[in-house]
């Protein structure tokens, strides 16, 4: 039995997805590596130097996402992938066999690198390939693996952090070795699944896009009415883009269609890092220090944090497409507000000094509650909204900037995170309230509603969408251009059909007539 179209389209961006889960496992493992006292008696970090390790990770991943840019336009997704991958492999070996800590920082530059291939042109990939029906679900895959791999990356080294001793190098070694594997499998696998039908037909090569976009959406069948007006709309919009739309970054910022998308996707990546979710990836032990929870516990309790967030990214994915984007994004983040707020008076009425276990469990509930609510709904759509709002010929170009703005200022709260919290200690999360209160008054004044429509209609929207969202209604400006083709497809299919069986029954008659005369 053949599988639903839209299931194989789900399960290659499965697949597709496992370049996220490097970033995750990353994100996960890093906490867990400086944490380690064979970590610290090999190379006797200082503070910062200990955020060296986190930010030269992410600033090679600032570079990636820029170079992803223009590799995936030329060469195409599924050789951006393999490149990311390749690029990887290296890095995780260089962080594995490190004997001094500029070694180390080298393969988290180049591991970061690789990683930023592959986070900017996973989504990317996934949103070419799906339904418009299911794109929300099918590239909230990267949020929801970047899960797995934290998942993952939690309990492994909870595992060497706890099963070796202090003096054994293994403790760290083998967490960061690890990620090499999928790295490997993806590489290696990558080209037994379709290019995507966009940038085939934006290339030249319109008969394999065609014959993907079937394969994607009919089992192959060219005939079929979704694909047919699919591949006519993509026609006429690549046509069009090659002879108005943006040809080089700079453009990008000309265009005003263009110039609101990339505003908005770059305030989107960087609103997310300013919710505070890279401060606690990166230095739970550090924070929960602050309110007098151990290295062994704080490991324990983000592995347990990271099943809360798998759980929470799972519920996005069934959801988003029903729910949108817009107002889940601007919920998310009152809802973190309110869980800083509550860790932030827990810190302040309740230092390390202060033993009272009701506070400690109260702070570390309220990590959980916090990551329930990013996990749910900024982090997916991080992923989601830039990956959906630009139209062939910028899209690439496009989600470059916004991913390199994303590791841009993860970068910089990987830097300014322990010295900030070893200076002003709790009052560092005042950050965090603000950024997020005014990320949801940000996103409910400027943000339209992206969910559902297809990818070649999204210039359309942002061209005739008013700046100032409140107020308007998306039936004025929404275009609907994608299901009036099919309607029309199909109509002429049925006029084809009826004709073929009118013209039967009258070659029918014609032929009773001559017998009869005969």
């Not at 064979?38 to 030269?56: A, C, L």
């Not at 269609?257 to 990546?269: E, G, K, P, Y």
């Not at 516990?297 to 944090?305: E, F, G, R, S, V």
């Not at 942002?462 to 309607?487: C, Q, T």
Request: charged share 15%; proline share 4%; hydrophobic share 45%.
């Amino acid at each position: 039995m053949r599988l639903p179209p839209k299931w194989y389209q789900f399960l290659v961006s499965v697949f597709a997805s496992l370049g996220s889960f490097l970033y995750g496992y990353d994100l996960g493992v890093i906490a867990e590596v400086v944490a380690c006292q064979s970590f610290k008696t090999k190379f006797h970090p200082s503070t910062s130097q200990s955020g060296g390790v986190v930010s030269m990770f992410t600033g090679g991943a600032f570079f990636g996402a820029f170079f992803a840019g223009p590799s995936g336009d030329k060469f195409g997704r599924r050789a951006t992938i393999l490149f990311g991958a390749l690029i990887f492999c290296l890095g995780g070996g260089l962080q594995t066999g490190a004997q001094n800590i500029g070694f180390l920082w080298g393969g988290r530059f180049v591991a970061g690198l690789g990683v930023g291939f592959l986070t900017m042109i996973i989504p990317l990939y996934q949103a070419e390939l799906a339904h418009p029906s299911i794109r929300g679900r099918i590239t909230a895959l990267q949020q929801f693996m970047l899960g797995v791999g934290s998942l993952c990356a939690s309990w492994i080294g909870y595992g060497t952090y706890t099963g070796f001793s202090g003096t054994d190098s293994r403790q760290w070694r083998l967490p960061l070795g690890i990620q090499i594997i999928p790295a490997a499998i993806l590489g290696l696998l990558i080209f037994l699944f379709p290019e995507s039908p966009r940038w085939l037909i934006d290339h030249g090569h319109s008969a394999d896009g065609m014959r993907v976009l079937a394969q994607l959406h009919a089992h192959g069948d060219e005939n079929d009415p979704w694909v047919k007006a699919e591949y006519e709309q993509i026609q006429e919009s690549v046509t069009f883009e090659h002879e108005h739309e943006a040809k080089s970054y700079k453009e990008l910022f000309v265009d005003r269609a263009s110039f609101r998308r990339v505003f908005l996707t770059t305030a989107l990546q960087a609103s997310v890092q300013m919710t505070g979710v890279s401060a606690i990836q990166y230095y739970s032990v550090t924070i929960f220090a602050q309110i007098g929870i151990n290295g062994q516990d704080t490991l324990k309790y983000q592995a347990i944090n990271s099943v809360i967030a798998l759980i929470a990214q799972f519920f996005c994915m069934l959801f988003i497409d029903h729910f949108g984007r817009r107002w889940p994004l601007i919920i998310g983040n009152l809802g973190n507000m309110v869980t800083f707020i509550i860790a932030t008076i827990l810190l302040a009425l309740y230092p390390p000094s202060v033993n009272n276990t009701a506070a400690h469990w109260g702070f570390i509930v309220m990590t959980w509650v916090y990551n329930f609510s990013f996990s749910a709904t900024c982090g997916p759509l991080s992923w989601i909204i830039p990956a959906e709002v630009f139209d062939t010929r910028t899209r690439s170009k496009g989600v470059s900037i916004a991913t390199a703005t994303s590791f841009a200022f993860n970068t910089m709260i990987g830097q300014v995170t322990p010295q900030a919290m070893k200076s002003v200690h709790y009052r560092y999360y005042f950050l965090f309230i603000i950024a997020n209160l005014t990320n949801a008054i940000f996103f409910y004044m400027f943000l339209p509603e992206t969910a559902r429509l297809p990818l070649e209609e999204m210039t359309a929207l942002f061209k005739h969408a008013p700046w100032f969202v409140p107020g308007s209604s998306k039936e004025e400006y929404r275009p609907r251009d994608l299901e009036l083709r099919v309607s029309i497809v199909e109509r002429k299919m049925e006029l084809e059909k009826e004709h073929v069986e009118h013209t039967g029954a009258e070659n029918v008659a014609n032929e009773e007539t001559e017998r009869k005369r005969e």
